[in-house]
């Protein structure tokens, strides 16, 4: 089997050693934040009020208030600094500055999200004249076709990430009445619970209602797209709002479905067009498109340092951070920019000084599969707990080529093939579809580059595109000598597995087979499987 | 009634993948095309020198070797078909043609790749994978164009020197649509209150015509036609009519449970039946036939991954057109267990025939063989006839 070289941190953690008691069972939360030494702890603590700080200024918006008692799922958010804390376990110095960094600032977006849903939502600011500019989006889809488009007159609404995604980050149990509610209405239980508690969102018609039209995408499978068709179903029949449906390819590595998914994004722009009144502009467009290949860049840069034996940007926040700038700014919005760069300047400093971030790093491990590392704390604590770095994830993994960003006539037809390639390697689906070589050969290939020996193989039960290939990945782990380590999970169910049923399976893996013991015994065990 | 001549030879035939049809086929030159999705141009795959054969795994009982590579968690038949092929099951095949229609089939097809399943004694044997339309444009038909010729029509000719031409195309359209007439002629015989052939008699027979060379079935189904004008019909009553609406259906059993329960299956609208399979293409002079053939298989397709509005509404809107075409009381909306597009398909489809049509609707999962779950699948059809029966009375006659 392969091994990689054990590295001992040669600079003692300052302040808690052991961060796995500071959880407390009844409170559903920790009993206290974790010490961390002065610096690190007043500079966590001043991230914590920040967070306070953003919520606050949420909530002094009177109809914010109103939306807070309308709609279930905001209860979630009344936890958020207990979410963020979950992905700082143990991190000290660039690492978690990297994370406050990133993770912070999709709090600070999403919060903005809700509030423009709450703006133009009819049952709660009814702003019409916002509501007509909006344009509601998928959770999982890249939004490439709103590149074009002033984001100042027309606003992309993505509803569903503050409905169902980001308030499960916060609150793990938010999805499940709306799962239940999806079962009572007949979707059978097998199915992914994304789609199907966006559904029961729908059925339960506990999603803000606004905007002046809707482009609905094939995202990331099957469940996806047909549960596409319930939520279209009560837009255009009840609300009378416009949907459209983008078809993106599945095989997305073929030549020959590009043009029609070019095609496809034509469409989508004519009729965004059509409903919103505005147009197109390429200067706009080619600008997004520098901001677009200047993100690939520093997400390139971050995996190059993360291949180093000194990893600075890891675990949950790279992997979130990414799926926000990738797919639902697509280059639309400056500010990330200046975020990639700082995330980028703390990671290489970090590098430089070797620092680590934890006791010991036993084993290099590439995370694959579709996860549910956004709700529990898995990789900050394979990490803390058991010496397991984790380099990258699949759905870090995304595009590393550049789109053109000149604007010239040559490049505004190739501009469309760009916007369709970049939809079809939509996070996750660029992984999942498209055939086999995109599933197992990246992987190996990824583990090479990365000098990885492990890989913790999230294995989503209700994933049929992932567990389809189960005993593949067995195979041809065994022939290249990778530990391969399976974590079944039913990404939002909690009721399927809870957090602690999740981590016992990498506790069983390391102590049987890898016959080793945690680096941190006091986090093997986590009451936290009734916390938010 | 009285057997029909024929019947016990067509349900022979399907009992093996490996039918003796499949033989006789091969015996006689001719490549054998498989596949596993209806999204498919079956013509296509039955040009002169090639025939087609939708790939089942019958009477499968364990899937254990397939359950290892796939888990239990895929849907049945896509596990079926793995287990089978890696039992050597399909050998007979020259290549395989995969449409990434529904995901789970995909990865079965990609795990026979990857086991080197099939092909090993033909150098000149093929995988090949296809992306199909998900709305019903224009622009859907040129990708389906695009995609029928570098996946099917080239790979044909170059590996194995089939005619691709549009007159080889056309000629084939031409025996594709006699078969349909045929089929289609024999399930008119299920209308009326005193239907001359059976729902799990029509499935058997349609059935065959995807397993087996359709060139090989044409006379014996001609026979059975012949047979069905003078076939005396029985004169005790069905105690309901219903229409089976649902994922693929290899499993005459299940036909045969519903009618055992009193349900007479009056039509059939699920992968591989009859509607929308056996609909005649019309081509003219005027456009190329594959376009045409292309263009026929998006307007006809009734497949769930079809995600624009007009076809979602309009699935249902044609099974509510056939269950009144064909008289039905009710509809049964079955899908095979982990299928993920017609687990959505079968839960919004029951829920708008029944509130927007008015047909009562029987919702249910099932196995890939029903021989796994006879008692609860005959219970739960079992309440439904007596609860269409029910109505019927409450109404003073239909439900």
């Known amino acids: 089997m392969k091994t990689v070289e054990k590295i001992v941190n040669p600079v003692k953690r300052a302040g808690e050693e052991s961060p796995g008691k500071i959880y407390n069972e009844k409170l559903k939360v920790r009993g206290r934040r974790e010490w961390r030494g002065l610096k690190d702890t007043l500079y966590d603590y001043s991230r914590w009020l920040y967070l306070i700080s953003v919520l606050g200024r949420f909530i002094i918006v009177p109809r914010n208030v109103k939306g807070f008692f309308r709609y279930r799922w905001m209860m979630s958010y009344l936890f958020v600094p207990h979410g963020m804390d979950k992905f700082t376990i143990g991190l000290r110095d660039e690492a978690l500055r990297i994370a406050h960094t990133s993770f912070n600032f999709v709090i600070a977006d999403v919060t903005q999200a809700i509030a423009n849903c709450f703006r133009g939502d009819r049952r709660v600011g009814n702003d019409k004249a916002y509501s007509d500019k909006c344009v509601i989006t998928d959770e999982n889809s890249m939004v490439t076709f709103m590149m074009g488009f002033d984001k100042e007159k027309v606003h992309t609404i993505l509803r569903e990430v503050p409905t169902m995604f980001a308030s499960n980050i916060f609150h793990q149990f938010n999805v499940m009445h709306y799962l239940d509610i999806a079962q009572q209405y007949g979707i059978p239980g097998d199915v992914c619970p994304m789609p199907e508690a966006e559904a029961g969102i729908s059925i339960d018609d506990d999603f803000c209602v606004l905007g002046c039209c809707a482009v609905q995408n094939n995202t990331t499978c099957d469940g996806s797209l047909m549960g596409n068709g319930i939520i279209a179903k009560r837009l255009e029949r009840e609300y009378g709002i416009p949907t459209f449906q983008l078809a993106t390819p599945l095989r997305h590595k073929e030549p020959d479905v590009l043009e029609y998914a070019a095609r496809e994004i034509k469409k989508a722009i004519a009729f965004v067009e059509e409903h919103t009144g505005e147009k197109w502009d390429w200067d706009r467009y080619f600008a997004a498109a520098k901001r677009v290949n200047d993100a690939t860049r520093c997400r390139i840069a971050q995996l190059e340092i993360n291949s180093t034996p000194y990893p600075q940007f890891f675990g949950a926040a790279f992997s979130l951070y990414n799926d926000t700038n990738y797919m639902g700014n697509s280059g639309r919005d400056p500010q990330f920019v200046k975020i990639d760069h700082k995330l980028l300047a703390l990671a290489e400093q970090g590098y430089r000084e070797k620092r680590m971030y934890a006791k010991e790093y036993r084993h290099r491990a590439i995370v694959w599969g579709v996860q549910p590392q956004y709700i529990i704390d898995q990789l900050y604590w394979l990490l803390q707990c058991w010496g397991v770095m984790p380099l990258a994830d699949m759905l870090s993994i995304i595009n590393t080529d550049m789109i053109a960003d000149e604007d010239t006539p040559a490049n505004r037809e190739q501009a469309y093939r760009d916007m369709a390639m970049l939809n079809m390697e939509m996070i996750m689906r660029n992984h999942t579809h498209g055939g086999y070589k995109v599933l197992l050969d990246d992987l190996w290939e990824l583990c090479e580059k990365m000098n990885a020996d492990m890989v913790m193989m999230w294995e989503h039960m209700s994933c049929k595109a992932l567990t389809g290939m189960h005993g593949m990945f067995e195979e041809q782990a065994r022939e290249r000598g990778i530990h391969i380590m399976w974590v079944s999970h039913d990404l939002c169910d909690p009721r399927v597995f809870t957090r602690q049923a999740i981590r016992d399976q990498v506790n069983t893996y390391m102590r049987t087979v890898m016959r080793e013991e945690p680096l941190d015994p006091s986090l093997e065990v986590i009451p936290d499987s009734e916390a938010y | ?399």
């Not at chain 2, 057997?3 to 049809?21: P, R």
């Not at chain 2, 105690?239 to 299956?265: I, T």
């Not at chain 2, 039509?267 to 005027?286: A, K, M, N, Q, W």
């Open chain 2, 1 to 399: 009634m009285r057997d029909l001549k024929h019947l016990n030879y067509f349900e022979k035939l399907l009992q093996e993948a490996n039918n003796a049809l499949i033989t006789q086929a091969k015996k006689d030159g001719k490549v054998c095309v498989a596949y596993t999705c209806e999204n498919v141009p079956e013509p296509l795959l039955n040009l002169d020198g090639a025939f087609s054969v939708r790939l089942t795994a019958p009477n499968t009982g364990s899937m254990d070797i397939a359950t290892y590579y796939m888990t239990n968690l895929l849907c049945e038949p896509s596990r079926a078909l793995l287990e089978r092929a890696i039992e050597g099951g399909f050998n007979f095949a020259d290549c395989v043609i995969t449409p990434d229609g529904c995901t789970m089939m995909n990865r079965a097809v990609e795990n026979m790749e990857l086991l080197k399943t099939m092909g090993k004694d033909n150098p000149r044997f093929f995988h090949e994978y296809m992306e199909i339309a998900f709305k019903n444009t224009e622009s859907d038909v040129e990708l389906a164009v695009l995609q029928c010729t570098n996946h099917i029509l080239t790979p044909l000719h170059e590996k194995y020197g089939i005619d691709v031409s549009d007159e080889a195309i056309r000629k084939a359209v031409a025996e594709h649509n006699k078969l349909c007439r045929l089929v289609r002629a024999i399930g008119e015989f299920r209308k009326g209150d005193k239907p001359r052939i059976t729902g799990y008699e029509f499935h058997v027979l349609c059935l065959a015509t995807y397993v087996c060379p359709s060139y090989l079935v044409l006379d014996k189904l001609e026979e059975t036609l012949e047979e069905l004008k003078t076939r005396e019909p029985e004169e005790k009553p069905w105690r309901a009519r219903v229409l089976l609406v649902g994922s693929e259906m290899d499993d005459s059993g299940f036909v045969k449970l519903v009618e055992e329960c009193g349900a007479f299956v009056c039509c059939d609208r699920f992968c591989f039946g009859s509607y929308p399979g056996r609909v005649e293409i019309e081509l003219t002079d005027d456009e190329d036939a594959l376009t045409q053939v292309c263009r026929h298989y998006i307007q006809h397709c009734q497949c769930p991954r079809m995600m624009n509005q007009e076809k979602v509404y309009g699935r249902k809107q044609y099974v509510a057109e056939l269950a009144k075409e064909y008289g039905a009381d009710g509809i049964i909306y079955e899908q095979v267990k982990f299928c993920d597009p017609w687990a959505y398909e079968r839960t919004l489809g029951s829920a708008m025939l029944s509130n927007d049509y008015g047909y009562p609707v029987l919702s249910v999962d099932r196995p890939y063989n029903i021989a796994s779950s006879v008692g609860q699948m005959r219970t739960r059809v079992q309440a439904f006839v007596e609860s269409i029966e029910i109505k019927k009375i409450q109404k003073g006659g239909r439900a």
